[in-house]
C-alpha cells in the first residue's frame, strides 16, 4: 500500500512516499521558495540498495496547487516515479502542526474536521494556514484517498491541568483557549517509543525525558510513556532557547518593549521569533558556525553556547524532579544527533541524576540508536535519530488498516 506524507509550510512542500508495511521510502523530496520565481524541486528516487537518484529542477511555482501538481508528475515520472496513476496512492498523511485541545489522536479529515481546523489557525496563524492548503490541495488531487490530520500538538495532549495552564485568570482558558500545548510532538512520541523497544522496556514503564534539538528546541517530560510536560507552550516560542526563537523570557520584557521603547506587536513578534537565541547573540542560527567560532575563542559564541546549554540543563533538572526516576535522557534532531560537545555540555556533572556520559562512545561517529552513558552509571543516555515522516506514515496505517 502507497502512503504519502506532505508537510506543506509557508513557502515550501516537503513529500515522502512510501510502501507499506514495508515502510520502504519509494521517493522523497521538497520544493522549496513557492511564489517565487527561483522555486527550487529537488527530487530523490530511492534504490532497493539505500541509494538514491536526485533530479534537480528549477522553475518558477507560483503556489502550492501547482507545487502539488509537480510532485504528483514526478511520482508518475517513468524515470523518477514509482507510480503509473494518482489512484495508486491510498492515503495521504498530512503534518498539521496546531489541533488544539480538539485533536489529540491522527484523524481521518472530512468536512467537518476541515472546518474545525481552519477555526484552530488563530492559535498557529503562521503554520495552520499552509497546513490546510496542503490538505484542500491534496483532496483535489488524491480524488480517492484517505486524507490523515497527524499533529504536533497530539501528543502532549496527556498533560495534566497543573502542567498547560497558566497562571491567569480562568476566562482566559474558557474563553480563548489560552494554555499550552506543545509542538514537536511526533518527535517526542517517536523517540521515546524507539528507545523504549530498543531497551526492551514497556512502554508504560519507561520513564524519559526527550531533548529535540533542532532548529527548534523542545524537551518533554514522559512518564509511562505519556507526555507529563513539555517546554514550548502556546506556541512553539517558550521554552529553550532556539536557533531564532528565545524560549521563556520574563513576560514583562514584552510589556517594557512596548511601552519604553514603542515598539508595535509585530515587531515584538518578529524580534522574539526571528531576531533572537542563537542568531540574536551571535548574528548567526546555525550551531555548526557557532561552534567554530566558540573553539576559536569568540566571546559571543561562548556565551551563546552556555546559555543554550545552562537552559537545557534547567529543564533537565525541572524534568527529573517531575518524574521521581528517570529511565534514560535521549538527544534527538540535527543537534542533539550530530553535536557529541553539546551532549557532553549537557550531561557534565549530573551525577545527582545518575547520568554519566562514556565519551569515547559520545564522540564515536555512528548512525541508528545507541546508548552513550558510560558503564555502571545509572540513568541511560542516549542519541535517537528522529524521522517524524516514519511516524506520521505509521500513523496513518494504524488508523486506516489494511
Ligand atoms: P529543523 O528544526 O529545521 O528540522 P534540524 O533538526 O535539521 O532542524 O537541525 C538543524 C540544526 O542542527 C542547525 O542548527 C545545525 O547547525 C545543527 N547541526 C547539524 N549538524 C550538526 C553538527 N554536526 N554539529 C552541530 N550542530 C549541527
Do not use: W
Amino acid at each position: 500500500m502507497k502512503i504519502l506524507v506532505l508537510n506543506s509550510g509557508s513557502s515550501s512542500i516537503k513529500y515522502q512516499l512510501f510502501e507499506k508495511p514495508e515502510n520502504k521510502v519509494l521517493l522523497s523530496g521538497i520544493i522549496e521558495r513557492i511564489g517565487e520565481e527561483n522555486s527550487q524541486v529537488s527530487h530523490k528516487f530511492h534504490n532497493e540498495d539505500g541509494t538514491y537518484k536526485k533530479l534537480e529542477i528549477q522553475e518558477p511555482i507560483s503556489d502550492h496547487e501547482k507545487g502539488l501538481k509537480q510532485i504528483v508528475s514526478l511520482q508518475m515520472d517513468p524515470e523518477y516515479g514509482a507510480i503509473d496513476s494518482a489512484d495508486e496512492i491510498v492515503a495521504v498523511g498530512h503534518r498539521v502542526v496546531h489541533g488544539g485541545e480538539e485533536f489529540s489522536t491522527p484523524t481521518l479529515i472530512n468536512e467537518a474536521v476541515l472546518q474545525k481546523l481552519h477555526k484552530l489557525s488563530y492559535l498557529a496563524p503562521l503554520h495552520n494556514p499552509h497546513n490546510l492548503k496542503g490538505i484542500e490541495v491534496a483532496t483535489k488531487i488524491f480524488k480517492g484517498a484517505s486524507q490523515v490530520a497527524v499533529f504536533d500538538t497530539s501528543f502532549h495532549q496527556t498533560m495534566p491541568k497543573h502542567a498547560y495552564r497558566f497562571p491567569i485568570p480562568e476566562s482566559f482558558y474558557l474563553e480563548h483557549g489560552l494554555r499550552a500545548f506543545g509542538f514537536h510532538g511526533t518527535s517526542h512520541q517517536f523517540v521515546s517509543q524507539q528507545a523504549a523497544s530498543y531497551l526492551g522496556i514497556p512502554i508504560d514503564h519507561f520513564n524519559t525525558i526527550t531533548i529535540h534539538l533542532g532548529n527548534g528546541c523542545s524537551m518533554a517530560a514522559i512518564q509511562g510513556g505519556k507526555c507529563v510536560d513539555t517546554s514550548m507552550g502556546l506556541t512553539p516560542l517558550g521554552g529553550l532557547m532556539m536557533g531564532t526563537r528565545s524560549g521563556d523570557i520574563d513576560p514583562s520584557l514584552i510589556l517594557f518593549l512596548a511601552q519604553n521603547l514603542s515598539m508595535s506587536v509585530s515587531e515584538i513578534d518578529r524580534l522574539l521569533n526571528k531576531e533572537s537565541g542563537l542568531k540574536g547573540l551571535t548574528g548567526d542560527n546555525d550551531l555548526r558556525n557557532i561552534l567554530l567560532r566558540y573553539e576559536k575563542g569568540d566571546s559571543a559564541a561562548e556565551l551563546a553556547i552556555e546559555m543554550y546549554v545552562y537552559r537545557i540543563r534547567k529543564y533537565v533538572g525541572a524534568y527529573a524532579a517531575i518524574l521521581g526516576r528517570l529511565d534514560a535522557l535521549i538527544f534527538t534532531a540535527g543537534v542533539g544527533e550530530n553535536s557529541s560537545f553539546i551532549r557532553e555540555k549537557v550531561c557534565e556533572n549530573l551525577n545527582i541524576l545518575g547520568v554519566e556520559l562514556d565519551e569515547g562512545l559520545n564522540n564515536e561517529k555512528t548512525s541508528g540508536i545507541k546508548e552513550i552513558q558510560s558503564q555502571g552509571a545509572s540513568t541511560r543516555v542516549m542519541i535517537v535519530p528522529t524521522n517524524e515522516e516514519l511516524q506520521i506514515v505509521n500513523q496513518v496505517f494504524d488508523l486506516i488498516g489494511d
